[in-house]
Every structure is written in structure tokens, then in C-alpha cells.
């Protein structure tokens, strides 16, 4: 009987959460507001599932646990896994790019629409602040 309740207040809590999802998507091209720092977004990071986060974030969680042996490819909103994440200095449609042709890090996973977005990559995992460190 416990295993039931669990199973639907599982489902349930994953209906409200996809709920939420399809509402970011649909402010996202309101909103620069990335929804996980709250700061403003200047480089785009978005993979199939299309919830925009800042590339800071986006950094974060993947090269962070990188050095730890365990890269996180998930979707910090609804936990999609995506091999690959495309940074990008404006709003996008993900599926409109064609990732094959972009420059890319391969252990991040993290691809580059153009050399701004590579720049400001580069020079966050050039900082020693607690950004990218523990």
C-alpha cells in the first residue's frame, strides 16, 4: 500500500515540475533571467530540452563534476540527460543549429555557436574565485 501512495505522489510532484518546465519555456524569450542563479543571461546554454540557463551555470555543473570523474548532463530544471549543450550569445531554437558543425568540448560536452561564447567560456575556467572551484 505505501509503495502506491509513493508511486503517485511521485507521478504527481512530476506533473507539477513539467508543469513549471512548459511555463519557463514559454517567458524564456521574455526573460534573460537565468532560473538557477537569478542572474542575467549574456550566454545562452540550452540542449534538447530547451530550458535557457546561463552559461556560468550551465559551466558549473559540468565542469565541475568533471573534475570530480562524473559529469552531470542533466537538465538542472527537469533532469533531461543531454550529451550536448550549445552556448550561444543570443536566444535560440536548439534544434535549428546544426551542432556537428559547431566548435566543441568534448569532455563538457559543451558546444560553441561562435568564438564569443568560446571566449567567455575560456576565461571562466581561467578564474580561481569560487566559480569553478571548490
Not at 52 to 80: D, F, Q, W
Amino acid at each position: 500500500m505505501n509503495f502506491l501512495i509513493g508511486s503517485l505522489l511521485f507521478k504527481s510532484q512530476k506533473n507539477e515540475r513539467n508543469a513549471v518546465c512548459n511555463k519557463l519555456k514559454d517567458v524564456a524569450d521574455q526573460d534573460r533571467t537565468c532560473c538557477i542563479c537569478a542572474s542575467e543571461i549574456k550566454i545562452w546554454a540550452i540542449g534538447k530540452c530547451k530550458h535557457p540557463v546561463c552559461y556560468i551555470c550551465s559551466s558549473r555543473m559540468r565542469v565541475l563534476n568533471a573534475k570530480e570523474e562524473k559529469v552531470s548532463k542533466l537538465c538542472a530544471v527537469c533532469k533531461t540527460e543531454m550529451e550536448d549543450v550549445i552556448f550561444h550569445t543570443s536566444m535560440f531554437r536548439f534544434e535549428a543549429i546544426n551542432i556537428d558543425s559547431l566548435d566543441r568540448d568534448e569532455p563538457s560536452g559543451i558546444c560553441f555557436f561562435n568564438s564569443d561564447s568560446r571566449d567567455k567560456f575560456e576565461d571562466l575556467l581561467k578564474e580561481t574565485g569560487p566559480i569553478l572551484t571548490k
